[in-house]
């Protein structure tokens, strides 16, 4: 069975900061891999995707992920942190192939940037 | 496009009462999807259908919670009768296709039951 691990579950940064979150998955096919961010009191929107190619994954907002199959990860990444990346971040992680359009979550990161 | 619509916005109701949340799913969409967000167990796929057909509903919690999708363009989520323990955010969202479908969120129903 599919599973996603967020290993922070709580990060404090300050501003211009640097931002790795880090992310390992559990599906031994081919996966699309995804990475969703919850502002405060908002829904999930899509950060990042990643299905094939580059596995250097540029997103919305200056973030990107690297897809390193080896590890089974998918890490999150941003140069430098603004207070408005204040939110929650969940990764997730879909089989490829097959009749399913499932989308497994990890248990999200909150991260709080402080002026 | 408007994206997914859920309503209400925000439930309050008592142990006890029956509780429907719905959710119009983006106009094209195939797939819709139910969610729910508590502290305690992060976001949990509950149930999910295609062209309105449930595929796979083995995310609901028990018999008192059960989900319908008449139509492309509605589904409902009822949990009857409700528990305390089933205060929590649920998310409705919709996607085109298997494969490389990303998924939309709407904005969720916050559920208190008191």
């Known amino acids: 069975a599919q599973s996603v691990s967020q290993h922070n579950h709580h990060v404090i940064l300050s501003e211009a900061a640097s931002l790795e979150l880090g992310c390992n998955y559990s599906y031994g096919g081919t996966v699309n891999l995804f990475w969703y961010v919850q502002y405060p009191g908002q829904h999930l929107q899509l950060l990042l995707k990643y299905f094939s190619g580059d596995p250097l994954v540029k997103g919305i907002k200056g973030f990107e992920a690297e897809f390193i199959k080896s590890k089974f990860s998918f890490n999150l990444r941003k140069p430098s942190v603004q207070w408005s990346d204040t939110a929650e971040y969940f990764c997730a992680v879909k089989g490829y192939g097959g009749a399913t359009n499932k989308l497994i979550f990890g248990t999200g990161t909150l991260l709080a940037v402080q002026p | 496009d408007a994206g997914v619509i859920q309503s209400p916005r925000h439930e309050v109701t008592e142990m006890g009462q029956e509780v429907t949340l719905r959710c119009k799913p983006i106009s094209g969409h195939d797939y819709l999807f139910w969610y729910r967000q508590t502290m305690m167990r992060g976001l949990e796929l509950l149930i999910y259908f295609n062209n309105n057909v449930p595929i796979d509903d083995s995310g609901m919690p028990e018999d008192r919670f059960s989900a319908k999708m008449p139509n492309a363009s509605f589904s409902t989520l009822k949990i009857q009768p409700s528990e305390p323990r089933d205060s929590a955010v649920y998310f409705c969202?919709?996607?085109?296709?298997?494969?490389?479908?990303?998924?939309?969120f709407g904005p969720g129903t916050r559920l208190t039951v008191t």
């Open positions: 969202a919709s996607s085109r296709g298997l494969g490389v479908g990303e998924q939309y």
